[in-house]
Structures are given as C-alpha cells and as structure tokens.
C-alpha cells in the first residue's frame, strides 16, 4: 500500500509559480513511477507528468512542456511538481498517484491517488 498526500495548491496570478509537493508512505513509495494528473470543471482528467523510481528520468505533458518539471526526493518520499509562467488554463484540481500497471501518462493504470490540491491561477 502506498499513501498519497499532495500539498502546496493556492491561488497565484497568470506568470507566477507554484511548487506542489505530494508526500509518499509505505514500504513500496520509493520504488514506483510517480505521477502528476489535473482536472479542470468540466473537463476529463488528463496527465501532467511523470517521474521514474529513480527520478532518473522524466514525463511532461505537451501543454506544460517548458513550464512544469516534476522531480522527487527518495530520501524524504517526495515528489515535487514546480509549475512556472502559469496560465488562467492551468487552473484545475492536481492530483498525484503512484504505481501505474504499464506506461506513466495513463491515469486509469496507477493504483494509489491522492485527494488533490486546488490549484487557481487568475488572469
């Protein structure tokens, strides 16, 4: 079992930052690909990026790519997604899951998420 709890959402204006953290728990959290996912009102859940176990190498989206960078931190169980330039359309619930099935950008293939962070960014 792997527990998720994601931190760091808020309300930042258009071109600002924000690092989300998400803390990891359980025997297995240092060994699983780890992922960013958002979801918008209305809208379907769609990948953010992604992080090796190793953090050796990285996932981003197209619609972030340049702007958001997701690492992690093994010895304190943490993945970290730094979100630059931000956008009224990057405004959505982030949620971070871990131990997907198959590939990293498919949500329906992780088997732990977290509850989400809210994430608005104003023009």
């Known amino acids: 079992q792997v527990q998720l709890v994601e931190s760091g959402g808020g309300l930042v204006q258009a071109g600002g930052s924000l690092r989300l953290s998400c803390a990891a728990s359980g025997r297995t959290s240092s060994s699983v690909t780890m992922g960013w996912f958002r979801q918008a009102p209305g809208k379907e859940r769609e990948f953010v990026g992604a992080v090796s176990r190793n953090g050796g190498y990285t996932w981003t989206a197209d619609p972030v790519k340049g702007r958001f960078f997701v690492s992690r931190d093994n010895v304190k169980n943490t993945m970290y997604l730094q979100m630059n330039s931000l956008k009224p359309e990057d405004t959505a619930v982030y949620y971070c899951?871990?131990?997907?099935?198959?590939?990293?950008?498919?949500?329906?293939?992780?088997?732990?998420w977290g509850q989400g962070t809210q994430v608005t960014c104003s023009s």
């Open positions: 899951a871990a131990d997907p099935v198959s590939g990293p950008t498919k949500g329906d293939d992780y088997r732990y």
